[in-house]
Every structure is written in structure tokens, then in C-alpha cells.
């Protein structure tokens, strides 16, 4: 029996965020209201944008986004087959088709040669993916974009504006992320980002849509488009409507019901006041990984290159020379080693949902390749450095045991 029980991603929360949650119950305001608004100011100052919309999830806000966007049938969002169904599913939910396209071969980014080929008259939105909080490579995607303009015809008032197809950047992993110094949600057009409980920032559930700065855009305008959005419609929420003699209120579109709440806001605004000593650390136990693995089969994407400084949100390997049935093998025997692991995804086109849409796996081969090989490690600022020592060495010494001790 071991010592050791680690877990893949529990949520870091300490007695800072408990006393801000019993502050707000105390406070006789729980749903959106005051903290949720400072917590949407505090995100845009941390990230340089000039608005966010804090919202349930982030699978809401990339919903949103499309559709204020006014993306719907007849439109095509691209999208990475290497990516989770959260990026993919919120394109059918607005009526839109799905286009997916396979990922290059050393990376988890778009081939963007096939993007561009991929690009027809009905794009209307580029999805990126920014895995494990590893920012894409935006120079060669906008470039793509500009180079495909006379393709675009705008649909809506918003995509007048662009008068080219718009970049929603899925950061879902990315909070606290730089490419070329400027921060994820800064860099797309639009951003969301997941403040899941296993993410490095965490409001429990919930997430947050965002925009960079643009000069034809009346942020309040776009501002006030996504919360009556996320409020059913309706043309005042919850706290404007409280204030004495201030009920009237109308509704303007059929719309959805996704807004965060003050005790979810509550949880995030600790964890933005703790957020660099987290990444720090994550910092930290990434650096002790890259060391540990060096030499071996095991191959970890990079977080730090000359453009790129991640968040770490995951530590994705590759196990070089792994079957499938070799690397399920190794990740059962971490478990028996007391080593929760996990895989980082099945890509698109292997889930019923997107077979039953037409999508072929067999046209995605760089996707599967990334799949088949990949082991997704413990990366949390629970770990200690004698977990993340012991983690390494059981990992190298199972995969030599399963696979052999000879490298390609």
C-alpha cells in the first residue's frame, strides 16, 4: 500500500476565501450584485481589457459571445478537433455548423494551412483553443484572418464592425497566460475564460466573457448586449431592480439565464488577490517536472518559449513509442502508485456526439497521434515538492517497465 494519495486537482481554498463567502451571506445580497461587479472590474484591470462580463461558465460565455456576435444557421466556426466539447458544442447550440480542423504535428494548435484552407464565404468565427494555458501563435492565425477578408460578408451590427471573420479565443485555461507580453483575453477579439473548481483561478463554477480594446466598439453598449443576454432578456437585473420605487423593467429578447452569483464572485475575489503567488508556485512545480523528465521518453509541452509564458494550468505529457493500450496501462498503474492522472482530450471526432454529425476520425490523424500517447499529470498548488519528486520517479520507472528502457 503506498503513502502516498494524490489527488489530480483539488481547488486551493483557504480561510480567506470562506470568510469573503460568509461575508456575503451575512450581507443579505448572494446573487449578482456588488461583489460580482467588483470582480468584473478587478478581471479587465488584471488582463487590460476594458470590460468583463462575469458569468456562470465559460461554456456560457463563449455561447454569448456567438451570439452577440449574431452567429447562427447558415454560419461556419472553426474549431481544433484536439480540443474539449465546451469549444465545439456552444457553435450548434446557436444553429451554426462546425468546422473542424486537424492540429499540426508537433503541437496542439491548429494546422493553419489547413485553416486557411478550411476558411470559406460562410466563416464567421475562428475558435482557438489555448491548451493547458499555453497561448496559439496569433500572428500567423490573424494573418490567416486578413488574408481571407474578401471572403467575409457581415451579417449583424457587431460583425460590421470587424468586416472579417472574429477571433474567439477559448481561454478557458489561460487566465493569467502572455503571448509577446500581452495577456490572454487582450489578444483575441473575444475571450472567455473558466473559473471551474479544478482551474488555477477558481469561483467554484463560472467563467467570464471579454473583449480587447477597440475603438469602433462602445464597450457599455457591449456591455449592457451581454448581461441582458445572460438575465432572460430582461432590461434591469436583480440589484437595479431592488432599489425602492425602481421595479419596472421590460424584456427585450427571449434570452438565457447564466449570471454568476455575489458568493461565487466572493470565492474569486481572494483568489485574484492570491493569483501570483499561485502561479508561482505552479511555475515552480513545472520547472521541477521539466528537470525530472529530461533524458526520458517523457515528453511534456513547453509553457515558456520566446512568445509564450503560460499559467500551467495542465501538465500534458507525451510518452514516446506508447500505444493506447500501453498508455491507459501506465495510467492505471499510476493510480495504484496513489497517482491520479488523466488525458487531455479524446479528441472531437471520437465522441458519439460529433460522429453522429458527420465527423470521421480518420480525417483528423495528428489529433489522434497527440490522443493516443498523452498522460495529463497532478499540477496544483497542493502539491509538494516530495509528491512532484515521487510522481516523476514513478512515472519514468512505469514506463520503462511497460514500455522497455531503449529510446527511439
Known amino acids: 500500500m503506498t503513502k502516498y494519495n494524490i489527488p489530480f486537482s483539488p481547488p486551493d481554498i483557504t480561510e480567506a476565501e470562506i470568510a469573503e463567502v460568509a461575508d456575503t451571506l451575512r450581507s443579505g445580497w448572494i446573487t449578482t450584485g456588488p461583489k460580482t461587479k467588483e470582480l468584473e472590474r478587478r478581471l479587465s484591470a488584471y488582463i487590460q481589457t476594458p470590460k468583463t462580463v462575469c458569468l456562470n461558465s465559460a461554456t456560457a460565455a463563449l455561447e454569448l459571445i456567438l451570439r452577440v456576435l449574431e452567429v447562427g444557421p447558415g ?37 493553419y494551412d489547413k485553416l486557411e484552407q478550411a476558411i470559406t464565404e460562410k466563416t464567421k468565427v475562428i475558435i482557438p483553443v489555448e491548451l493547458a494555458g499555453i497561448i496559439c501563435d496569433y500572428d500567423r492565425l490573424f494573418q490567416v484572418v486578413e488574408k481571407k477578408r474578401d471572403l467575409f460578408t457581415a451579417a ?20 493569467g497566460s502572455t503571448y509577446k507580453g500581452q495577456p490572454a483575453g487582450s489578444i483575441a477579439d473575444f475571450t472567455s475564460f473558466s473559473f471551474h ?18 475603438l469602433a466598439i462602445d464597450d457599455e453598449e457591449m456591455y449592457k448586449e451581454f448581461q441582458i443576454l445572460s438575465l432572460h432578456g430582461q432590461t434591469k437585473d436583480a440589484l437595479a431592480k ?41 511555475k515552480e512545480i513545472v520547472t521541477r517536472y521539466d528537470r525530472g523528465f529530461t533524458g526520458t521518453r517523457i515528453h511534456p509541452l513547453a509553457h515558456e518559449t520566446d512568445a509564450v509564458e503560460s ?8 510518452v514516446e513509442g506508447a500505444n493506447l493500450e500501453q498508455r491507459n496501462q501506465i495510467i492505471q498503474e499510476l493510480a495504484k502508485a496513489g497517482i491520479a492522472s488523466n488525458v487531455h482530450y479524446k479528441p472531437l471526432p471520437l465522441l458519439t456526439a460529433y460522429k453522429n454529425l458527420g465527423f470521421d476520425m480518420a480525417d483528423y490523424p495528428r489529433a489522434y497521434a497527440f490522443f493516443v500517447n498523452e498522460i495529463t499529470l497532478p499540477l496544483h498548488t497542493k502539491l509538494t515538492d516530495e509528491e512532484v519528486d515521487y510522481i516523476i520517479e514513478t512515472f519514468v520507472r512505469v514506463s520503462e517497465e511497460i514500455l522497455g528502457t531503449s529510446q527511439k
Open 75 to 111: 454560419d461556419e466556426v472553426i474549431v481544433p478537433a484536439m480540443t474539449y466539447t465546451a469549444s465545439c458544442s456552444v457553435i450548434t447550440h446557436v444553429g451554426a455548423t462546425p468546422v473542424m480542423v486537424d492540429i499540426q504535428d508537433d503541437t496542439f494548435e491548429m494546422d
Open 156 to 175: 449583424s451590427k457587431w460583425q460590421k464592425v470587424f468586416n472579417r471573420i472574429v477571433v474567439v479565443s477559448d481561454s478557458a485555461h489561460a487566465l
Open 197 to 214: 473548481a479544478v482551474k488555477n483561478f477558481t469561483t467554484a463554477e463560472g467563467g467570464s466573457a471579454t473583449w480587447k480594446a477597440n
Open 242 to 282: 431592488m432599489q425602492l420605487g425602481s421595479w419596472e423593467y421590460d424584456i427585450v429578447t427571449p434570452a438565457y439565464k447564466c449570471n454568476m452569483t455575489d458568493i461565487m464572485a466572493s470565492i474569486g475575489l481572494v483568489q485574484l488577490d492570491r493569483y501570483p503567488d499561485l502561479l508561482q508556485r505552479r
Open 311 to 318: 499559467c500551467r494550468h495542465l501538465y500534458i505529457t507525451h
